[in-house]
């Protein structure tokens, strides 16, 4: 029986290795982009059923740890604080202020606590556990993607070693098409459009061109059934050797959502 820790009030299901292997992942997303834990991990998510969205918004984004063997060693969860700050208040003991990130000029009107969700692996990546995040409501599931992406906590560039882990399989999109066929997008495989960018932050988008140039690609006429976010890479993973990643703003074609259950 595998033990897993998402906040969904089901039963925890059980999953033999058969199973596991016999989803239909393909060979191209194997060699191309993630490890066979990263792949073992990715099947076992997926066969844990979605929950209901917890509110009425189009885009819910509800953090999990996937942790089978209550190893402790993976945390995902939304946080006040550290988030992409746009419009925040500061104030200098003697007088208040606004700041925005130059990175993210826009963001979720509905974050008013300036969340970022967390997500977290410490340890060797061979270890069967991951954080991540579902993406649950009208927004997801029967839509035709034109675009994905998230702000991530890291200065100037998506292949610059300081800052959050941004690997070719983490933080990744898992996006499972009507047809069943899985697809990943990774930080960095297929690389992202950067569209914003500071000393703290990069916006990063995969728009139809590199959502095209995913493992499979997802092209213009695929419906979406689901969408996970899933982060399995830990600190043995360089160049960073980081084991966590603070993301902000995630985006759906185009609709941000930046806060969640777990704050």
């Known amino acids: 029986?595998?033990?897993?820790?998402?906040?969904?009030?089901?039963?925890?299901?059980?999953?033999?290795?058969?199973?596991?292997?016999?989803?239909?992942?393909?060979?191209t997303a194997v060699a191309q982009n993630l490890s066979p834990i990263q792949i073992t991990i990715t099947s076992q998510i997926q066969n844990i059923p979605d929950p209901p969205p917890p509110t009425s918004a189009p885009v819910n984004v509800v953090p999990f740890e996937f942790d089978p063997f209550g190893t402790n060693l993976v945390r995902g969860t939304?946080?006040?604080?550290?988030g992409c700050p746009t419009g925040a208040t500061t104030n200098t003991g003697s007088a208040t202020g606004t700041f925005t990130d130059?990175?993210?000029?826009?963001?979720?009107?509905?974050d008013g606590r300036n969340e970022g969700l967390l997500l977290a692996k410490t340890g060797p990546t061979t270890n069967d556990a991951a954080a991540g995040a579902r993406l649950l409501g009208p927004g997801v599931k029967g839509v035709t993607l034109t675009e994905l992406g998230y702000d991530l906590r890291k200065p100037v560039a998506a292949t610059d070693p300081r800052g959050s882990h941004c690997g070719a399989g983490a933080p990744r999109f898992n996006v499972v098409t009507s047809d069943g066929v899985n697809?990943?997008?990774g930080c960095n495989s297929p690389p992202a459009m950067l569209a914003g960018t500071s000393s703290s932050w990069i916006r990063l988008r995969w728009g139809?061109?590199?959502?095209?140039?995913?493992?499979p690609p997802i092209l213009p006429g695929n419906t979406v059934s689901s969408i996970t976010i899933i982060f399995d890479e830990g600190t043995d993973t360089g160049p960073d050797n980081f084991g966590l990643a603070v993301l902000d703003n995630?985006?759906?074609?185009?609709?941000?959502?930046?806060k969640g259950p777990g704050s």
């Open 1 to 27: 029986m595998f033990k897993r820790t998402f906040p969904f009030g089901q039963a925890n299901p059980f999953i033999t290795a058969t199973a596991i292997w016999s989803l239909a992942l393909t060979p």
């Open 78 to 82: 939304w946080l006040t604080g550290i």
């Open 102 to 110: 130059p990175a993210c000029t826009t963001g979720d009107p509905k």
């Open 183 to 185: 697809h990943f997008v």
């Open 208 to 215: 139809a061109t590199e959502l095209a140039a995913a493992f």
């Open 250 to 258: 995630i985006d759906v074609n185009g609709a941000l959502t930046g």
